[in-house]
């Protein structure tokens, strides 16, 4: 379980860096995408 949540962090420091970048771009699957990691950091936090 302490490896999915180093990978859940290593994903969303990506896709942070990413969404930085698209926010002149404007990539909304980007967006859906960091949201859903979000969520799953959020779910394994309650588990």
Sequence with gaps: MRSILGNIE???GFFRIRYR???E???PVD????YLVRGLRVI????
């Design 10 to 12: 290593l994903l969303e």
């Design 25 to 27: 771009t404007e990539h």
């Design 44 to 47: 394994s936090h309650i588990l």
């Design 31 to 34: 967006l859906i995408v960091w």
């Design 21 to 23: 970048i698209q926010i």
